[in-house]
């Protein structure tokens, strides 16, 4: 029997806006009562929150909370589950990034390294440190699922630092898969290029195997799908391409209008030669 997910309480990090928001629509979808992690954009938490519980009949609890911040993810675990009467599944979607050259090793500071590690790695050690004893408590266990990037199983994404740390969080997944068993289930995701805030879109679909751009809802089923599979832990999901092959099919640059964070615009710009590319490239995964 699969893991049923009506009645669950999950809780997902950045689950206001992109990709989290499609994963909390699912859950919900499902029957799960959902509690909303954000940064700094309150109205869009309550927003989305409602929406949930209008279009499902679901509970529903946001949570501000930095993942950078050891304290603040200690307080969003334990609202969340005294908000929602517990804890059955954790998403750790929130990552952190600036476009910036691979090749410029001065491009981002120490500080932007430590940050990038910060909240794409130790975020998610902390959530499970704080959720450890909540999930080997529940009947069911608990399940914990890692949102990657094709840019941490290949050489591509908007910056090293975003690169090493994807793959750091993978390694670290299945390091915890690994040993802290029975009880709880660890995965993780990797979605290629996401079609969250695009600005203009031209020929991508072409470079593809399925002649067709990968769904952010596509991929948000992935999550459902893992969480409901009692039988896997320590795997790794790829979702579309890695946008350095797309990339480097078509000819095209990706980059961020403004680079300080994921939740800006991208704008998308062709480029004859590929040499052109390699000089100012920023990738969108
Ligand atoms: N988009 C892609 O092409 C792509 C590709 C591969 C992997 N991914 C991965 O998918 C995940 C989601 O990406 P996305 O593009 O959907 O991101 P997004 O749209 O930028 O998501 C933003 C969400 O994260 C929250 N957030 C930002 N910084 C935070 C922090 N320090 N602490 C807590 N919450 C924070 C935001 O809250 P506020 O709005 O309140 O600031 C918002 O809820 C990331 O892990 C990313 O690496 C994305």
């Known amino acids: ?150 840019a941490g199983a290949s050489i591509s994404g908007s910056s090293m630092a975003y690169s090493v740390t994807k793959a750091a969080g993978l390694q670290l997944m299945k390091c915890l898969a690994q040993t802290q068993g029975p009880y709880i289930r660890v995965n993780s995701v990797l979605p290629g290029l996401l079609l969250t805030d695009w600005e203009f879109i031209r020929d991508w679909e072409k470079a593809t195997p399925l002649k067709s751009i990968p769904e952010v809802s596509h991929c948000a089923d992935m999550y459902v799908s893992i969480a409901q599979n009692k039988s896997m832990t320590g795997q790794q999901i790829e979702i579309g391409m890695s946008a350095q092959s797309t990339l480097s099919k078509i000819g095209v640059s990706v980059l961020r209008a403004n680079s300080h964070d994921l939740g800006n615009r991208l704008r998308l710009v062709t480029h004859p030669l590929m040499n052109k590319i390699s000089n100012s490239q920023h990738l969108g995964d």
Request: hydrophobic share 40%.
């Open 1 to 150: 029997m699969s893991y049923s997910l009506k009645d669950r309480k999950v809780l997902i990090t950045g689950g206001s806006k992109g990709l989290g928001w499609a994963i909390a629509q699912k859950f919900a979808a499902q029957g799960s009562h959902i509690a909303i992690n954000y940064a700094s954009d309150t109205e869009k938490a309550r927003t989305a929150s409602d929406t949930l519980r209008q279009q499902y009949g679901v509970r529903t609890h946001i949570c501000q909370g930095d993942m950078s911040d050891a304290s603040d993810i200690q307080n969003v675990v334990a609202s969340t589950t005294d908000a929602l009467g517990g804890l059955d599944v954790i998403v750790s979607n929130t990552a952190w990034t600036r476009f910036s050259s691979f090749a410029d090793l001065d491009a981002l500071s120490d500080e932007e390294w430590e940050k990038c590690y910060r909240i794409n790695v130790l975020g998610s050690l902390r959530l499970m440190k704080a959720a450890k004893k909540i999930f080997e408590s529940n009947p069911d266990g608990g399940v914990f699922l890692y949102t990657a990037s094709t």
